[in-house]
């Protein structure tokens, strides 16, 4: 964590930041492995803090070893005011993407004599591309996923509604060894599944549809992202080869995926392949993303991303093809992205699974 603070500090010369403010969450347990719902660091060249409230003065004790720690009764700022950190005139940047309007007018009116510089971005840049240990904690978070999901497969059936199934997803997943969900289960059947985003509901899984399951896990804060498809009952002729197409796009991408290449050619190589299947306008969203401590983090892999994949990325590639009178598709890897291809590390078959 030390080097992540180094790499921090470089950044914040190079934009002639003198302080940085870290209000987000994964970034806190990013830099000083602080797993609470309150915090506030601070990098300075000089200081390395972190400042937190009274329900977490015994937990720090044993999360926090590479920064001052501060346990205040309400205010996060409190500290940085006694001592008198900031001078006046000082640049000191916070993360624009995580900082509300609320916390925001605190600032300025806390340090009214400083340069406040909105910053996006700072620490995701810096998580991109991953270390050794990282990258085994992403590992961990998958293998728990694909865990979840031989648990959970038996389970379906005909008559279990979604949120029952979403249910067993966030149960066994802890059991397993996620510290929570990476985010709300995603259970959509039957016309919900053309749903790109059909949060679980009391609807039943019934003979004739597809069914998307989209979910993830955590291990020491890093996520996992997968997705796979099911059918109730026998596949129509357009549902399975809607899902084939969709297979395909998926393993094409996964095929040609390298580092330093752009993201919007390898989100290209599934749109184009979808299109002439005759999917054109039903593809809807990006091929993927960055996963790591955020589930959507950098880089961007859609249409008009202007990123690369930086080596020893991980990233999802998850095509999806949704048509309301047929039903959806979607299935979601996380690859490791390497200098001439990519490691799929959600080691779960993609054929179709059929439920009688």
């Known amino acids: 964590m030390v080097d992540r603070i180094s790499r921090l500090r ?6 002639k930041l003198s302080a940085f403010l870290i209000s987000s969450l994964p970034h806190l347990r990013y830099l000083f492995g602080f797993s609470g719902s309150n915090g506030l660091g601070l990098i300075t060249e000089e200081y390395q803090w972190l400042i937190t409230d009274r329900r977490y003065r015994e937990q720090v004790k044993h999360e926090v070893h590479n920064a001052e720690v501060h346990i205040v009764l309400q205010d996060l700022f409190e500290p940085i005011k006694k001592q008198n950190i900031f001078a006046r005139g000082m ?6 993407m995580h900082l509300n309007y609320r ?5 300025q009116k806390a340090f009214p004599n400083v340069q406040l510089a909105a910053t996006e971005n700072i620490i995701e840049k810096l998580t991109i591309s991953r270390l050794p240990d ?13 865990q979840v999901w031989d648990a959970i497969l038996p389970m379906i059936r005909p008559g279990m509604t979604e949120l029952d199934l979403s249910a067993e997803i966030s149960y066994h997943g802890k059991k397993l060894g996620s510290e929570r969900d990476a985010f709300e289960p995603i259970v959509a059947s039957g016309w919900r599944s053309a749903l790109p985003h ?5 609807k039943s899984l019934e003979p004739g549809e597809l069914v998307v399951i989209d979910y993830g896990c955590v291990y020491e804060g890093f996520c996992s992202d997968v997705t796979r498809t099911v059918m109730i009952g026998q596949p129509s002729e357009a549902q399975r080869r809607m899902y084939e197409a ?12 390298k580092a330093n290449m752009p993201g919007a050619d390898l989100d290209r190589v599934a749109r184009d392949y979808l299109r002439k299947q005759g999917y054109d306008k039903e593809f809807g969203h990006s091929l993927g993303h960055g996963l790591g401590l955020d589930v959507h983090s950098l880089p961007r892999i859609s249409p ?13 590639i998850e095509p999806g093809v949704y048509l309301p009178e047929v039903g959806g598709v979607r299935i979601e890897d996380d690859v490791l992205v390497q200098k001439d291809s990519a490691e799929v590390l959600t080691d779960i078959d993609r054929e179709l699974v059929i439920i009688e």
Do not use: H, Q, W, Y
């Open 10 to 15: 470089r950044r914040m010369r190079e934009l």
């Open 91 to 96: 640049r000191v940047g916070f993360e624009a």
């Open 103 to 107: 916390e925001f007018s605190r600032l």
């Open 134 to 146: 990282e990258v085994e904690k992403t590992r961990r978070a998958c293998d728990i996923a694909r």
């Open 198 to 202: 059909g949060i679980a509901s009391r």
């Open 246 to 257: 969709v297979k395909e796009a998926n393993r094409r991408a996964i095929a040609v995926a």
């Open 304 to 316: 008009v991303s202007k990123d690369r994949i930086p080596e020893n990325s991980v990233i999802t």
